[in-house]
């Protein structure tokens, strides 16, 4: 098999991984092809944490990592589901939550091949782990060891507290802001806009439009309570992560 900078996986890897989807419709743009791509290896990337066990925050970090990833390189020069398995196996070890490539590689298998018995270990299981751990080598060399991530969930549960605190606790209780605001988060996480805005205000934004979709009132004062919690956000920061973030469900919502 040829280095890690060749286009990646080889032939004899490619059976394991899926047939590439290039578009949602006819005649979109590379840069449209693309996002969706990347849109649908981030939600494969999730659903295989989810079915390893991984906690929030290492799926949050591989997910992360691939993005950074892309803004390096030219998309159509590696596959994008063997970066995302090296991703995963990456994320596990920079958040202490390690992952066998082996169960890395027999559950993306299953999510490919539904019903399908685990991988064999033979040449071909062999050669895909070895895209794998080589892929992991290439992602390091181009986010130049930086693989250090500061995620927007500590910010969005102190957050949360703060403003549980000043509603009334029936009211808090009826309404999912708490549920709805981490949904948002983990979906930020489809798109480069987690890479795009920064930590606090991501936090900020999801909590933002938690509370005004199920109309929960806070107290009046001199300030916002966003500008309370986060001093260094603007309106203009909010309505950039939400815009964002509906673009994505936009998208998704085309790709059905």
Request: aromatic share 10%.
């Amino acid at each position: 098999m040829e280095g890690p900078s060749s286009r990646a996986p080889a032939a004899k890897d490619r059976a394991l991984l899926p047939a590439r989807r290039d578009s949602c419709g006819d005649g979109e743009s590379d840069s449209a092809r693309d996002i969706k791509t990347h849109f649908r290896v981030c939600r494969f990337i999730m659903d295989t944490g989810v079915k390893l066990g991984m906690r929030s925050v290492p799926v949050a970090t591989a997910c992360v990592l691939y993005h950074r990833f892309f803004e390096h390189v030219n998309m159509h020069s590696y596959e994008p589901y063997l970066v995302a398995m090296s991703c995963v196996y990456l994320a596990g070890k920079v958040e202490e939550q390690h992952m066998r490539t082996r169960d890395i590689i027999n559950v993306s298998h299953r999510y490919f091949n539904s019903g399908s018995a685990p991988l064999e270990c033979d040449k071909e299981f062999w050669d895909l782990r070895d895209s794998v751990v080589q892929c992991e080598l290439l992602i390091l060399r181009q986010l130049n060891f930086h693989v250090s991530i500061e995620h927007p969930h500590k910010y969005l549960l102190h957050y949360l507290f703060s403003v549980k605190s000043l509603v009334n606790r029936h009211a808090w209780s009826r309404t999912p802001v708490a549920e709805t605001s981490w949904a948002l988060l983990r979906d930020c996480y489809h798109g480069a806009m987690c890479i795009r805005h920064i930590p606090q205000h991501i936090a900020i934004a999801t909590l933002y439009l938690a509370i005004n979709s199920y109309g929960v009132e806070l107290p009046a004062g001199e300030k916002e309570w966003w500008q309370v919690l986060c001093e260094d956000v603007t309106q203009a920061d909010i309505d950039a992560v939400i815009s964002d973030l509906l673009q994505l469900y936009d998208m998704e919502a085309k790709c059905i």
